[in-house]
């Protein structure tokens, strides 16, 4: 459910003058700060600039260029929607991933930074095979099947979702990001549903994996905007792990690699459903603040 017309808001943001750049960032840092916005500078200038279409920079060295009446109320609407707890990453379209620059819509969970993990350990997996054959599996927006062909052109890179918008949001990126939407193949369905009959060198997916109690306790901004279905992943958080792990050798080249994103905690049960289904696991890597974040896992 998403939530409008926060009270503590007043209907009248702010005074009606000619703001220049400098003054309309210090009232929104202030504003920004009094509602518990995340980074409030950094969250003012990053709409700004998206409102002026410019680059962060350009707020510092313009920053005595007064407003124009239209670039202000579009500035407002956006500090009202921030302040509401709507992702920046939504009001701005964009979120930055692997130095690239994806677009993103409430279709599709914001990319996190923990997911490089992912494309680096994928990476490193795959520099035995000079094609390697590598599925997505929930590709979102399309970071991790993007990544990979973008840093291994010749690789045969396929991505699936359940989600149709999804899946068109993850065909635009591939169509800006890697000059041709044709580069991988986008299947829409259910987990391995769309590729039935084919083999894998790499199988990788960051799945929905938050409990029904992590659910219920996430941050407003992350609950009432993100996609659940991106989330949410039954009473333990592991029911998407149990459907891929247990079709996984299906899918699976005889040297393959499964490398699954996990959260905090999850690494014995998710090590426990390997073992059931005669996997080994090959590393777990942890992200930079310690925390088991990739399992790799082969035949």
């Not at 680096?120 to 590598?134: D, G, W």
Request: proline residues 5%; negative net charge; aromatic residues 10%.
């Amino acid at each position: 459910m998403h939530v409008y017309g926060n009270p503590t808001i007043p209907k009248k943001l702010m005074p009606d003058k000619q703001w220049t750049i400098l003054e309309i960032l210090r009232w929104t840092t202030d504003f920004f700060r009094q509602k518990g916005v995340d980074s409030p500078r950094l969250t003012a200038e990053v709409l700004l600039a998206h409102v002026l279409e410019q680059e962060r920079i350009y707020l510092y060295v313009h920053f005595d260029q007064p407003l124009a009446y239209e670039e202000r109320e579009r500035y407002k609407v956006l500090i009202r929607r921030c302040a509401n707890g709507e992702p920046t990453q939504y009001l701005t379209g964009v979120q930055e991933f692997w130095s690239l620059t994806f677009e993103v819509t409430p279709a599709v969970l914001v990319p996190r930074p923990e997911t490089e993990h992912l494309v680096e350990a994928a990476l490193t997996c795959a520099v035995s095979e000079a094609q390697p054959k590598i599925l997505d599996i929930g590709t979102g927006c399309g970071v991790i099947a993007i990544c990979l062909k973008h840093e291994l052109p010749g690789a045969e890179v396929f991505a699936g979702d359940i989600s149709e918008d999804a899946l068109n949001v993850a065909m635009q990126n591939a169509e800006r990001l890697l000059n041709d939407g044709n580069s991988i193949s986008f299947r829409q369905g259910d987990l391995f549903t769309p590729f039935s009959g084919m083999r894998f060198d790499l199988l990788i997916s960051n799945p929905p994996y938050i409990s029904t109690r992590q659910y219920e306790a996430l941050e407003r901004k992350i609950r009432d905007y993100e996609p659940a279905c991106a989330l949410h992943a039954g009473e333990e958080g592991l029911d998407i792990y149990r459907r891929l792990i247990a079709n996984a050798a299906d899918y699976l080249k005889p040297e393959g690699c499964v490398l699954l994103e996990i959260g905090q905690g999850q690494k014995d049960a998710v090590v426990e459903l390997f073992d059931a289904e005669r996997f080994s696991i090959r590393k777990i890597i942890n992200d930079y603040a310690g925390i088991e974040r990739v399992i790799i896992a082969g035949l």
